[in-house]
């Protein structure tokens, strides 16, 4: 019992590279008990990235005004943005960068049943390379695990946001006008691929925000398991 409960508190232990690697030499392979316990402590962690910094990006503005996360234009589209200031449409692209970012405020809501379901599926072997990864490991992980099914959950997701508030007609008229803008070149980009894959981007790095917090600042473990468990690399 005693080891077992050694075991499931092992999960990013000790800081250096040869402890981790004696401690995972020593795991017996094949084991329910040891396995169902590294899951769960790694379930803890994730978790709560998942729940306190991935929510943060469903809400209004959860995007828009984090500059971590904040989707800005693509390059072939920053002289769309920078011409039309310039002939006094600010406002106008000031609506079609927010409503870029508004579309992947509601694609994010998606993400949470995909991560729960990768999540449970952690296995042994993943357990051991997240132990003796980085402080952003199980958020790779995750990124391994997740990014093609949430882009194929995103991508309509968005391009029914970009309809419903308009964004498509927006953008369509901001590239309207500046490709009528005398000596400059026509631009043409796929906002929904470039606004999907921005946003995943942006889930990523929130839930890695988290999981280097836990691992650093002793502030950050709010549950008995992530204390009990991080106090040993301490």
């Not at 084991?31 to 998942?50: C, D, F, M, S, W």
């Not at 500046?178 to 400059?184: G, H, L, R």
């Not at 995943?200 to 890695?208: C, D, F, H, T």
Request: proline share 3%; net charge neutral.
């Amino acid at each position: 019992m005693l080891r077992f409960l050694f075991l499931s508190l092992i999960v990013f232990q000790l800081s250096s590279c040869a402890q981790l690697q004696q401690v995972v030499e020593q795991l017996p392979q094949g084991q329910q008990a040891p396995t169902i316990n590294i899951a769960a402590g790694l379930r803890e962690a994730l978790t709560l990235g998942i729940d306190k910094q991935v929510s943060k990006l469903t809400q209004k503005d959860g995007f828009f005004k984090n500059e971590r996360v904040k989707i800005v234009l693509p390059e072939a589209l920053t002289k769309v943005d920078k011409a039309l200031r310039t002939i006094g449409l600010s406002d106008l692209a000031d609506e079609g960068l927010k409503v870029l970012n508004r579309a992947a405020e509601d694609a994010v809501k998606e993400a949470t049943p995909v991560f729960i379901s990768a999540v449970k599926d952690i296995k042994f072997e993943d357990a051991k390379t997240i132990l003796l990864g980085n402080n952003t490991a199980a958020t790779e992980y995750l990124t391994t695990k997740t990014e093609e099914v949430l882009y194929q959950k995103f991508n309509p997701i968005i391009q029914h946001s970009f309809t419903s508030v308009g964004a498509d007609k927006i953008w369509n008229t901001l590239i309207q006008k500046y490709n009528k803008i005398p000596f400059t070149e026509s631009v043409n980009t796929d906002l929904t691929d470039y606004v999907t894959k921005e946003a995943l981007k942006g889930v990523y790095e929130m839930i890695a925000i988290e999981e280097v917090q836990i691992r650093t600042q002793l502030s950050s473990r709010t549950t008995t398991l992530l204390q009990q468990v991080f106090k040993l690399q301490d």
